[in-house]
Structure formats: structure tokens, C-alpha cells
């Protein structure tokens, strides 16, 4: 998994970009792959981990999870957790 911060995202759209702390070219993030209950969304400046998978237009993020300033889950239980409790 890799860290990075949410560069932008639209909410109305579904997607946005993230900048890998790795450095590199940012990453494509769509709400579907965002793992947490309830309105997916992400916000600018936030940390993430992620899943990254190469697509027909470059890389995407899969497996997002939302991170507070500490590094500890913001919000959010990955949806694998969520079906464990």
C-alpha cells in the first residue's frame, strides 16, 4: 500500500488526483474505490492509502482509505473490516 495526499476531487464527478508521497505522476482516485461506509468522498490536502493499478489511461488508485493528520483511519473502516464486526 502507498501513502499519498489528495490533490483535488470532485465530488459531483466522482473522481479526482492524488500525489504519491513516492513521488511520480499523480494518480487517478474514483469514489468507487474510496473504503469507507456511507457518502464517498475525499478532500483536498487529505492523506490516503492506496492501491495502485496501471489502466488503459495511466495509473489508478484502488483500495483508497481516507487517513487522519496521524496517520490513523479518518472516518472510515475498510469495507472488509466493516463485514467482520
Not at 495526499?5 to 473522481?15: E, I, P, R, S
Not at 488526483?17 to 474514483?30: L, M, N, R, T, V
Request: aromatic share 10%; hydrophobic share 40%; proline share 5%.
Amino acid at each position: 500500500m502507498e501513502t499519498g495526499t489528495v490533490k483535488w476531487f470532485n465530488n459531483a464527478k466522482g473522481f479526482g488526483f492524488i500525489c504519491p508521497e513516492s513521488g511520480g505522476e499523480d494518480i487517478f482516485a474514483h469514489y468507487s474505490t474510496i473504503q469507507m461506509d456511507g457518502y464517498r468522498t475525499l478532500k483536498a490536502g487529505q492523506m490516503v492509502n492506496f492501491d495502485v493499478h496501471q489502466g488503459p489511461k495511466g495509473n489508478h488508485a484502488s483500495l483508497i482509505v481516507p487517513l487522519g493528520l496521524d496517520g490513523v483511519l479518518q472516518d472510515a473502516v475498510p469495507q472488509e473490516l466493516a463485514a467482520l464486526a
